[in-house]
């Protein structure tokens, strides 16, 4: 198993940035293709971001196309979201998530697809 924690949420204006992290530990990380979603009041889980094992493909949801990326160390068994340029409908409770992956290059947009969770960050931006 995998444990994963967010961090990195915040208020902030539109027009601005967060980097959210989630550290893993447990097992290797790089067992792992991660992802994050977002949920906001009212709605459904939306997928946001994916990327593979090895680092080397990801997958972007079109509204955050050219404004986040997702990215990993595996030195430091992190993922990352850079969020820029954040508009206030990006206001959500964001969850970092780990699919086990039988290749170096899957990638997963399913929330489904993910075993593992973390607890959530809020990010709320503000007009």
């Known amino acids: 198993q995998v444990q994963l924690v967010e961090s990195g949420g915040g208020l902030v204006q539109a027009g601005g940035s967060l980097r959210l992290s989630c550290a893993a530990s447990?097992?290797?990380?790089?067992?792992?293709?991660m992802g994050w979603f977002r949920q906001a009041p009212g709605k459904e889980r939306e997928f946001v971001a994916a990327?593979?094992?090895?680092?080397?493909?990801?997958y972007y949801t079109n509204s955050v196309k050219d404004r986040f990326t997702i990215s990993r160390d595996s030195a430091k068994n992190t993922n990352y979201l850079q969020m820029n340029s954040l508009k206030p409908e990006d206001t959500a409770v964001y969850y970092c998530?780990?699919?086990?992956?039988?290749?170096?290059?899957?990638?997963?947009?399913?929330?489904?697809?993910?075993?593992?969770w973390g607890r959530g960050t809020q990010v709320t931006v503000s007009s």
């Open positions: 447990g097992r290797t990380f790089n067992l792992y293709s």
């Open positions: 998530a780990a699919a086990e992956s039988p290749t170096s290059i899957s990638i997963y947009t399913y929330w489904d697809s993910y075993a593992y």
């Open positions: 990327i593979s094992r090895n680092g080397e493909r990801t």
